[in-house]
Nanobody, 124 residues
Framework: VQLQASGGGLVQAGGSLRLSCAPSGRTFNNYAMAWFRQAPGKEREFVAAVSGVNSATYYSESVKGRFTISRDNAKNTVYLQMNSLNAEDTAVYFC??????????????????WGQGTLVTVSS
């Protein structure tokens, strides 16, 4: 089972990017899916998650109102639309999946499956 993250790149402050995460090996439609990020010298931090039960979404305070997580079950793909990017958003972004996640622990980085990461660089 692999999670393939893509869509990272270099963007100017105020710009937008859309990340994609496409699992392979099985259908992840009933899995909770999440995005985390890790900036140089910092710990991995939660960005956003979407429930595998009802597609409810959850965001960190730092991205709420700017980022949108969504899933297309027909394509078995999860997206992270990132708008109004700033330098503090520069990081490697990882997608993750776990069938057992719940409202109480979406933000904990102990998901069963992880992608390889995609680099987002925001220039100021």
């Amino acid at each position: 089972v692999q999670l393939q993250a893509s869509g990272g790149g270099l963007v100017q402050a105020g710009g937008s990017l859309r990340l994609s995460c496409a699992p392979s090996g099985r259908t992840f439609n009933n899995y909770a899916m999440a995005w985390f990020r890790q900036a140089p010298g910092k710990e991995r931090e939660f960005v956003a998650a979407v429930s595998g039960v009802n597609s409810a979404t959850y965001y960190s305070e730092s991205v709420k109102g700017r980022f949108t997580i969504s899933r297309d079950n027909a394509k078995n793909t999860v997206y992270l639309q990132m708008n109004s990017l700033n330098a503090e958003d520069t990081a490697v972004y990882f997608c993750a999946a776990d069938i057992r996640k719940s409202l109480s622990d979406y933000d904990l980085p102990d998901y069963d499956y992880w992608g390889q990461g995609t680099l987002v660089t925001v220039s100021s």
